[in-house]
Structures are given as C-alpha cells and as structure tokens.
C-alpha cells in the first residue's frame, strides 16, 4: 500500500470517528434537553390551566381563614407604623341626614390600621379588610385606602385599591346597580355602583378629589391575561345611604 493510500485511510477513518463522535454528542444532547423541554411545556400546560383556580382557592382561602378578628375590627389594632400607646383619633363632625343637620363621631386612623370591611355580595367579595394605606405589605393583608382621598363619612371621594389576585380578585364581576356597602366604627354607608370604566395607571382622574360624594374602587386590569398591567379596572359608586353608629370610648 502506497503512503497516499495510507494517508487517505487515515483521513477516512478520523473521518467516521468524528462523525460517530458528533453524532453520539447530538444523540446525548438530544436525549437531555427533549425531556427537558416537554417537561417545560407541561409545566406551561398546567400553569395556565390552574392559574385561575388557584387564585379562587386563594381568594376563598383567604376569606375563610383571615386574619381579621373581633379584636382587629377593635378602635386600636396591631400598627408596625405607629406606637402601640397613640392616642386615638376621634373628631365630631356635622352631617346632613334627612335635611337635618347631626353630629356625629369619626376615628380617623393612622396609617396602616385596619379601617373598614368591604362587602359586595353580587360579585363575591365577602368581609374585605380595608386599611389605612396602600405599601405593598398593607395590600398584602387586605385593600387599601388611600390616605390622599376623603376619609370614610365625609364629603368626597373615598379610593379604595386591591390587589386583582386576591383581595380583589373577585371585582371585575361587579356590575352597574350591584350594592357595595363599607363599614367602620362609626359609619356604614350603603352604596349603589354607577359606573365601570379601564383607565391607564398614568391617569389621575378618578383617584383625585371630587366635588360629589363617592366611592371609587379600582384595581389592575389586564382582561383576563397573565402577567404585570399598565391598566386599571374601576368601579364608580354613588352612596344611597349612611347608618351612623355610637362610638365606644377608648380603653
């Protein structure tokens, strides 16, 4: 056999290894990352399939077993924002009721105290803790007031967020003429739904001050789809109703 001969044998046979040895390669990269991949996409599959059900688990969950007791609905609750021993913060006030002119006693609260429940029975949403404040470890454990909006029982407009996977969860299924009613220490004020309306989180308008009395409730609004929104679902209410209440005196 010639050196040509021999040299082109070996070229041939460092050839086939180098293909036997890519091929082996692809096979072991293939058989890791296929399995890999379908699990991905099962993963996917079954995310999507139970993301809306366990957010009902959640929200029902979190009915059932919250945290709020007779002793948080209490004039003095368990504040991170304020000492235990602040004073409380009653005001009277002047209201019209049936053209007559009350007085009447309001507790304004500090911040992050549990303020008022939340109740639309239409759309689901049951005994929902409202706070004063809107941080994010508030939203954790209910809706949030915010402090900038009137106070509940005066004039004006009364805003209220949550978050749209629990709290929340339940308030794209209000409708307009659905009954809401909030509650404090010293109100109850009875309200009827009067308008629903998607604005961007850039727009102010329906969380400023207004010259009418309302109750505004809003949340993020991405139409049913996974994921961070820019927009925000609200709910304009207009009060039908006020049953003020005699306030115990602080302990």
């Given at each position: 056999m010639?050196?040509?001969?021999?040299v082109k044998g070996a070229?041939?046979?460092a050839r086939v290894h180098k293909t036997t040895s890519s091929s082996r390669v692809l096979r072991t990269f293939?058989?890791?990352?296929t399995p890999f991949l379908?699990?991905?996409i099962l993963c996917s599959i079954g995310y999507l399939a139970l993301y809306k059900p366990y957010n009902e688990f959640i929200s029902n969950f979190n009915y059932v077993f919250s945290d709020v007791t007779p002793e948080t609905k209490s004039l003095r609750t368990l504040n991170k924002y304020r000492d235990d021993d602040a004073p409380i913060?009653?005001?009277e006030i002047e209201v019209e009721v049936n053209g007559k002119t009350e007085q009447h006693t309001m507790v304004y609260p500090y911040y992050g105290d549990y303020y008022a429940t939340l109740n639309c029975e239409a759309a689901g949403m049951k005994d929902i803790p409202v706070y004063s404040g809107q941080a994010d470890d508030i939203l954790m454990k209910g809706a949030g007031w915010y402090n900038a909006s009137s106070y509940i029982g005066?004039?004006?407009n009364v805003v209220i967020a949550g978050h749209n996977?629990?709290?929340f969860y339940y308030l794209p299924n209000c409708k307009v003429g659905d009954t809401v009613t909030l509650e404090t220490v010293y109100v109850k004020i009875t309200?009827?739904?009067t308008e629903r309306v998607i604005f961007h989180e850039t727009d102010y308008t329906y969380v400023e001050p207004t010259e009418d009395d309302r109750l505004t409730l809003y949340t993020c609004w991405n139409n049913g789809r996974l994921g961070m929104s820019e927009w925000r679902l609200c709910y304009i209410c207009k009060p039908t109703n006020y049953e003020w209440k005699e306030v115990p005196e602080a302990e």
């Open positions: 010639s050196n040509s001969d021999t070229e041939q046979t293939t058989y890791v990352l379908i699990l991905c913060q009653m005001h005066k004039p004006g996977h629990t709290d309200y009827e739904i």
